[in-house]
């Protein structure tokens, strides 16, 4: 099991990262992106992810595996990194990337289940990042599991509470659903939407810390299911 000891209650349920297997959330965001996607949605544009289509998304989701298994991981995040993701991918039908992704993923997976892989909780958020993505783009509902939403929540937050105390902010709280907190920090929100969450302070100040990638520069008009 991984991580830390940290409660958080959701939706009426009190869950705790000590119980969140880090493994185990990212394998059944793989599976069901595998049941969503096909090569007739290869096209299909995805507008979380501008200048990407559902192609480009699973090329870089079988590509991180790809490169953490090969050790390929100077520049990891940038966007010359994922770039090369996608541009490997590029010949690749999309039921050829699922199966790479399937075939390399459980080593990874086995790895984010275990203790050394606490570190590594990022690619459980970026999986299920793109996952909404995708479910966005195909017209779906914003939909996650309520473990995975409590988890993110408590990271995010903390992250959140970190960044303004580096920053020498007074501490603020913000008052937003799970998925709003998950979507909005990862920057699939604009600035303004985010703004229009429910602070105990002005947020204006606070927006440079909210956003761990940058903003969104228009509304994905997405909705929570």
Known sequence: MATTIAAVRCRGT??????FDLGESYRDARVRIGQLVDDDL?????????GW????VVAHLSGIVED????????VTTDPWTAAQVERGRSKSVRDLLEQWDAGAPLVEGFLSSPEGADSFRAVLDVHCHEADLRHALGLPGELPDPFLAWAHTVLI???DEAVADAGLP???VD???????RGRLGRRTPAEVEAYRWSADPAPYLDTWFVFGSATEPLGEHEG
């Open 53 to 56: 289509d559902v192609h480009d």
């Open 176 to 182: 937003a659903s799970p998925f709003e907190v998950f």
């Open 14 to 19: 009190t869950f705790t990262r000590m119980s």
């Open 171 to 173: 501490s603020v709280t």
């Open 42 to 50: 290869a096209t299909v544009a995805v507008p979380a992810t501008p």
């Open 158 to 160: 903390e992250g959140f």
């Open 68 to 75: 953490a298994l090969t050790g390929n991981m100077d520049g």
